[in-house]
């Protein structure tokens, strides 16, 4: 009897809605509250001295117990996330290693010309 390896998960890539509540990225130790596929989170940039590593998204009304970290060097963009974590990680295709979390940020920095 032949035993066959674990298939990796089917994905789609996401379908994500991404806006503005207010965007204090330009402050220094600003934090912009953004929506994702219409939940609200805090966003802010996360830094090593003066250069961005990363973002950090937190869900409102959680005390900072749901957040996630998305790296921002160079290569592909990670997420904290189980979505990304147990489905996304290991996809070859670029479009398919995206969360919400991953597409909705490139989304709003696209929209602020960042």
């Known amino acids: 009897m032949s035993t066959f390896p674990p298939s990796a998960p089917r994905v789609n890539p996401v379908q994500v809605t991404a ?8 402050k220094p130790g600003g934090q912009s509250v953004v929506e994702v596929n219409g939940t609200s989170y805090w966003l802010t940039v996360l830094r090593d001295g003066g250069r961005i590593t990363g973002y950090r998204l937190e ?7 749901v957040s996630y ?9 990670a997420c ?7 489905r996304r990680a290991e996809q070859a295709d670029p479009a398919l290693r ?4 991953i597409a909705g ?10």
Do not use: M
Request: with cysteine; proline share 2%; hydrophobic share 35%.
């Open 98 to 101: 995206a969360c919400k979390h």
């Open 19 to 26: 806006r503005w509540i207010s965007n204090n990225l330009h």
């Open 59 to 65: 869900k409102f009304g959680t005390n900072g117990r």
């Open 105 to 114: 940020l490139r989304r709003l920095l696209a929209d602020a010309g960042q």
């Open 69 to 77: 970290d998305l790296a921002a060097v160079a290569g592909p963009c």
């Open 80 to 86: 904290e996330c189980g979505d990304y974590l147990y």
